[in-house]
């Protein structure tokens, strides 16, 4: 059974950082794609860093391009969403979610249809 466990969220003042943690068990890493999601209040879900694993193909929008960054630790097995020069239109509940699949674009690795496996979410909440 695929598990998903967020932490790290928190209260920030604008242009800080933040990292968050998603430890998973239950699968292989590299057979994975490994997607980070948001959900502010009153909006829908994005995704905001999605990784096939088992290539480095990495989708982010714009929004985030050159703030959020994805990694891992193997040895862990968990996943890392570093954000720095944090917004408050960052703020957001925040979702780690895992998942094996194909698809033919880079933008449809955060295509939420696809993750069946999603974490409990953890609060991000960046102050003006």
């Known amino acids: 059974e695929v598990q998903l466990v967020e932490s790290g969220g928190g209260l920030v003042q604008a242009g800080g950082s933040l990292r968050l943690s998603c430890a998973a068990s239950?699968?292989?890493?590299?057979?994975?794609?490994i997607g980070w999601f948001r959900q502010a209040p009153g909006k829908e879900r994005e995704g905001v860093s999605c990784?096939?694993?088992?290539?480095?193909?990495?989708f982010q929008p714009d929004s985030v391009k050159g703030r959020f960054t994805v990694f891992s630790d193997k040895a862990k097995n968990t996943m890392y969403l570093q954000m720095i020069n944090l917004k408050p239109e960052d703020t957001a509940v925040y979702y780690c979610?895992?998942?094996?699949?194909?698809?033919?674009?880079?933008?449809?690795?955060?295509?939420?249809?696809?993750?069946?496996?999603w974490g409990q979410g953890t609060q991000v909440t960046v102050s003006s």
């Open positions: 979610a895992a998942d094996r699949f194909l698809v033919s674009t880079t933008d449809r690795l955060c295509d939420e249809f696809f993750f069946r496996s």
């Open positions: 239950g699968f292989t890493f590299d057979d994975y794609v």
């Open positions: 990784i096939r694993n088992s290539d480095g193909t990495l």
